[in-house]
């Protein structure tokens, strides 16, 4: 299992940025997805789910009507669009594997290198 | 929204046991997890559904979970268990615990 995220860097306070998650070494079609962020020195925080069809997804209220998580199962790829970014979303994003396809109630059993977002202010 | 309580930190003595405890309210009926996380590193799942390891992690490592406190306990605990532990339940939302920094002496 190995996942690869991407698209991470420095934006100002209420620009947009898109993660990507590539997936390899599983049925990535038949898993959820989540996105989970850690701030420097902080705790870890989860963002947002989604189910293996795509559609069932869940987000954090930190990040309700700003973020949009989406995946293309023919590129076994999932995205998070973040918009309206806060210099609280400023933090290192994982993706991560849940060991069934609901997105619910789960855990999460293989986890990206994560990709660092900074929003300046 | 339902919250999950770690100790800062836990020291333990090389070869020793080390019990990091995850608080909450009636924690017992919900499914616990635990991360670990090394530093500069992603986390690492080491115990889910309370007691259960996956394939590639010790035997020193095990669980509990009953009324409002859960465990993550080391036996033997070496240089290389040194990270941070995150205990993990889902409620309406997945929720982390603080972290607890495990330092072995």
């Known amino acids: 299992v190995q996942l690869l995220e991407s698209g991470g860097g420095l934006v100002q306070r209420g620009g947009s940025l898109r993660l990507s998650c590539a997936a390899s070494g599983f049925a990535f079609s038949s898993y959820a997805i989540s996105w989970v962020r850690q701030a420097s020195a902080k705790g870890l925080e989860w963002v947002s789910v989604l189910s293996d069809s795509g559609a069932g997804t869940k987000y954090a209220e930190s990040v309700k009507g700003r973020f949009t998580i989406s995946r293309d199962n023919s590129k076994n790829t999932v995205y998070l669009q973040m918009n309206s970014l806060r210099a609280e979303d400023t933090a290192v994003y994982y993706c991560a594997k849940e060991p069934s396809g609901s997105g619910a109630y789960n855990w999460f059993d293989s986890w990206g290198q994560g990709t660092l977002v900074t929003v300046s202010s | 929204s339902y919250e999950l309580t770690q100790p800062l930190s836990v020291s333990v003595a090389l070869g020793q046991t080390a019990r990091i405890t995850c608080g909450g309210n009636?924690?017992?009926?919900?499914?616990v997890h635990w991360y670990q996380q090394r530093p500069g590193q992603a986390p690492v799942l080491v115990i889910y559904r309370d007691i259960n390891r996956p394939s590639g992690i010790p035997e020193r490592f095990s669980g509990s979970n009953s009324g409002n406190t859960a465990t993550l306990t080391i036996n033997r605990a070496q240089a290389g268990d040194e990270a941070d532990y995150y205990c993990?339940?889902?409620?309406?939302?997945?929720?982390f615990g603080g972290g607890t920094k495990l330092t072995v002496l």
């Open positions: 009636n924690i017992g009926s919900k499914n």
């Open positions: 993990q339940v889902w409620d309406t939302s997945a929720v």
